[in-house]
């Protein structure tokens, strides 16, 4: 299947700092990538969609201005968590659709473990 | 958006079939059955889907019911591996993967 990778793959921050984490469809191009969330014991929820040259579609009570998500190209996608406090500290997971297929699989990365004091 | 029912949990003996169910009583005809699995602290991992007839891959088969309002997906023989949260999710053309509760299987050697 396709791999998507991401980086870092858990991360310790302080709290009102920023924190990157990167997405990356490594063997197809992704037009359409997504960020879920899944805290402890607990779904994964989405937070938004991203299409590359475009701005980010967040779902409802997903604040934009502090998830911030660029997707400069058909590659690569980035969650910018802003002013982090520890409430932001979940597991975050990125996903890529792959558009060659019948029904638009998508793939997910192996998640990103943010963590903030 | 057409919902998925599974059980919340389930256990099996290793190197034995498993069967999962999934109910979808309410499945529009361009609905595609996804299966994904999510094994702890990893990402979530597509294992199969499928439309009308019944798939084979080399991680799982999936047996989709003719009147499509219920599926199973089957590992043939399960391994310590495959105890994971497993997910069947519709899915119609561009539609968002969207993550009910799932059934977490777990493996007893």
């Known amino acids: 299947g396709a791999v998507v990778s991401q980086h870092p793959s858990w991360v310790i921050c302080k709290s009102g700092t920023s924190v990157k984490i990167e997405c990356r469809s490594l063997?197809?191009?992704?037009?359409?990538m997504f960020w879920y969330r899944q805290f402890p014991k607990q779904s994964l929820m989405l937070m938004a969609t991203?299409?590359?040259?475009?701005?980010?579609?967040?779902e409802q009570g997903v604040e934009k201005d502090k998830f911030l998500i660029n997707h400069a190209s058909l590659t690569l996608s980035t969650l910018t968590v802003t002013s982090a406090h520890p409430e932001d500290s979940s597991f975050y997971i990125c996903?890529?659709?792959?558009?060659?297929?019948?029904?638009?699989?998508?793939?997910f990365g192996p998640g990103t473990r943010l963590t903030v004091l | 958006d057409a919902k998925t029912t599974q059980p919340n949990s389930m256990e099996s003996n290793e190197e034995e079939p498993v069967h999962l169910p999934c109910n979808h009583s309410?499945?529009?005809?361009?609905?595609?059955i996804h299966w994904y699995r999510q094994l702890p602290s990893q990402g979530p991992e597509y294992v199969i889907h499928?439309?009308?007839s019944n798939v084979n891959n080399r991680m799982a088969s999936l047996a989709i019911a003719e009147d499509r309002k219920s599926s199973t997906l089957i590992l043939h023989r399960a391994t310590l591996r495959d105890a994971a949260v497993y997910y069947c999710?519709?899915?119609?053309?561009?539609?968002?993967?969207?993550f009910g509760t799932g059934t977490r299987l777990t493996i007893i050697p």
């Open positions: 996903s890529a659709r792959d558009p060659s297929g019948i029904s638009d699989t998508q793939y």
């Open positions: 991203s299409n590359e040259g475009s701005k980010a579609t967040y």
């Open positions: 499928g439309l009308t």
């Open positions: 309410t499945i529009s005809g361009t609905d595609y």
């Open positions: 999710i519709l899915l119609r053309g561009n539609e968002k993967l969207t």
């Open positions: 063997d197809f191009q992704a037009t359409t």
